[in-house]
């Protein structure tokens, strides 16, 4: 069975302070993991993916994230936020169980930034 | 770049119409999917198509069918709307094999 979690459904940081968006999932198969951006009135963006090389990944506007198997985890982080960085973020996870590409989206993650 | 053009921003349909979203894609991908965003509910997948005249149920298949008659094409159709399908519709494209999909820019139906 193949699911992802976000674990907050909104998270609020200063502009400058760290962003940390959470995400857990779970694959009976090697996973491959997404985290997109969704601006307001705008379609999905992908920031970042993991697909079985380097675990800790960088993404487009300074964004990270590390895979770690142990914890079934694949947080997003990023140093300093910026007010553009202000969205809906969902995790992604996609793998081949049941013989085809299955792909889930978490429920997202509202991020607000204030200055 | 590749482009995933969905044929309208808004709807507004009546409860019993029916409807069809469009999305055109032109990058030759072989795979096309259809989810429906909600709030608190994130994405999920209504149907999806590996190829041309082949496709496959999703997660909430009911109340929808798809058709996808050319590759760069694939078409959802409510056959008889009701409000509960007041959404959001995001249209996707992949190429086969691979793990990236690209996302059109969505259709908010509003169904009164």
């Known amino acids: 069975a193949q699911s992802v979690t976000q674990l907050d459904s909104h998270v609020s940081v200063s502009e400058g302070t760290p962003v940390l968006l959470r995400c857990n999932y779970s694959?009976?198969?090697?996973?491959?993991l997404f985290w997109y951006v969704q601006h307001p009135n705008k379609g999905l963006q992908l920031l970042l993916k993991?697909?079985?090389?380097?675990?800790l990944v960088k993404g487009i506007n300074g964004f990270e994230a590390e895979f770690k198997k142990s914890e079934t985890s694949f947080h997003l982080t990023k140093p300093s936020a910026h007010m553009s960085d202000a969205a809906e973020y969902f995790c992604?996870?996609?793998?081949?169980?049941?013989?085809?590409?299955?792909?889930?989206f978490g429920t997202g993650t509202k991020l607000q930034v204030i200055p | 770049d590749v482009k995933v053009t969905q044929s309208s921003r808004y709807l507004v349909k009546r409860t019993g119409e029916k409807v069809f979203l469009e999305c055109v894609q032109d990058?030759?991908?072989?795979?096309m999917f259809w989810y429906r965003q909600d709030p608190g509910l994130g994405l999920r997948l209504i149907y999806f198509?590996?190829?041309?005249?082949?496709?496959e149920k999703g997660d909430i298949p009911e109340g929808y069918s798809v058709s996808r008659e050319k590759k760069e094409r694939f078409s959802l159709i409510l056959e008889s709307a009701s409000t509960n399908q007041t959404s959001m519709y995001l249209c996707?494209?992949?190429?086969?094999?691979?793990?990236?999909?690209?996302f059109g820019q969505g259709t908010r139906l509003t169904v009164v």
């Open positions: 996707a494209s992949r190429i086969q094999g691979g793990t990236e999909a690209f």
């Open positions: 694959s009976s198969y090697s996973p491959s």
């Open positions: 993991y697909t079985s090389a380097a675990t």
């Open positions: 992604v996870v996609s793998d081949r169980g049941g013989g085809y590409q299955k792909v889930t």
């Open positions: 990058m030759d991908h072989e795979n």
């Open positions: 198509s590996y190829d041309v005249k082949m496709k």
